[in-house]
């Protein structure tokens, strides 16, 4: 598959090696990915020695902490928080070929400082202690030129079978879309946790629920899996889930407030 | 395993026939689950012919719309709609065993009508076009004498092997996490899908990511696996997502109430 690729696309460059800037979660997993993948990772650069090193020893190469200091590759990876982007891109060699990670940052940001420019966004959760298995991680990629774009596909494609182009705009939607589907659900298992555990409880009681709930629209569209009292608005549990959450004012708002919008939004 | 536990509860009786009150997503599982396991179905009661002929020639048992002409069994199973509940347990023969398997409804509802009576909760989320594994499903129990609960649970493991005794309070409790971490999540699914179908993209592209944000915490506690703009409070993103919402203020809502929470939940 991957030499189909390659004489396919003969004329382009081959991506070798990267500076990966950041070592967050992101980075982390992607640095780890990349490695497996035989992409050598020249260098680690991030804001504090203890999580530049932290990282650079996991990978088997050398850090900074000095975006000056950065060494030459094939590609920069800046993967750090959309707040400090900006001021980390100033930093680094304007002859650089740079892409971000950021599903809400668009790539425009990147042009002022680099000619090869673009966004290497794998859209799923990372955590640090958890491995992943990139395979079939969405990769959504954009880029300054269509041989650019080659190149990253190229890199993409050892990662994942799943890569997509994707600009800036829709991007944007899918991070938007992300938060809801992962950190909005997730949040929601917390409260399913915390809610359990004032009965003594124990939240594995609803592991094979949320595992179902995941799976169901694997397959159904979210619309047709729909099951519960709000959507039959069945206002006898309704009320009595109101009532149990009555000295829990801010769950109580949300409680209502996604019943009457799971109500509002049957077909 | 099952004879083991026939050799220690001798002396209880075995439920080897049900009759079931209710066709909906529940009861459809549920008499499958029932009948592959070697218990037999001898008939189906359900509001609507349609409905009852359905279910009834799916378990090849007979059926009615007429709950005084129930037949002996067992057990009666009564999964209908919380509000219809009672106006059903008025109907059926004061002599019969009967469990309801409802989340939110107590015990104590059926104390009035039948000596022995229990609750027979499978926490899951079913619908009728989608076949479950109920080997996993916890099957909550709760009864009116040890005698009674011996029996439900040797019924309830043939189905599952994670039967657990939950009292009328704590399953309330267990419906309301349920609620959050099912429908609520499903919901959010649901928005996810049409963010992305907004721009054209296919939901599919979130499909990893439903799938990693449900596994997460099947071995990490939520609140370690929280990632995401919310709860490092990244504002340049959170006002990002908000503008994009503008036009959509129940979304906006939503988005702005829940980041709040998850930011404020932090440890």
């Not at 992943?132 to 050892?158: G, M, T, W």
């Not at 298992?189 to 555990?197: S, V």
Request: proline share 3%; glycine share 4%.
């Amino acid at each position: 598959m991957f030499l189909v690729i390659l004489k396919q696309q003969k004329s382009s460059k081959m991506i070798k090696t990267v500076t990966l800037v950041g070592a967050g979660n992101l980075a982390t997993q992607l640095g780890k990915s990349l490695t497996e993948n035989g992409i050598e990772i020249v260098q680690v650069c991030s804001r504090t020695e203890t999580s530049a090193k932290a990282l650079a020893d996991q990978l088997g190469c050398p850090y900074t902490i000095d975006l000056k200091k950065l060494k030459q590759a094939d590609l920069v990876i800046v993967s750090v928080k959309d707040d400090v982007l900006e001021r980390v891109l100033k930093q680094i060699d304007k002859r650089s070929r740079v892409v971000h990670t950021a599903g809400s940052v668009p790539m425009e940001i990147l042009a002022g400082y680099f000619k090869n420019h673009g966004v290497f966004y794998p859209l799923q959760t990372f955590s640090k202690q958890r491995e992943v298995d990139f395979s079939n991680i969405p990769i959504c990629l954009e880029a300054s030129s269509v041989e650019f774009l080659q190149e990253l596909k190229q890199l993409a494609n050892r990662l994942s079978q799943n890569v997509s182009l994707v600009n800036s705009e829709e991007r944007e939607s899918l991070h938007l879309a992300a938060v809801f589907t992962c950190n909005f659900v997730n949040h929601f298992y917390h409260i399913g946790d915390g809610l359990l555990g004032e009965k003594g409880l124990d939240f594995s009681l609803l592991k094979p629920l949320i595992q179902e709930t995941a799976l169901k629209v694997m397959s159904l569209k979210p619309i047709d899996a729909q099951t519960g009292p709000a959507v039959r608005y069945d206002e006898t549990i309704i009320d009595k889930h109101l009532e149990l959450l009555s000295y829990k004012p801010e769950l109580r708002k949300i409680y209502s407030f996604i019943s009457r919008s799971i109500y509002n939004s049957k077909k």
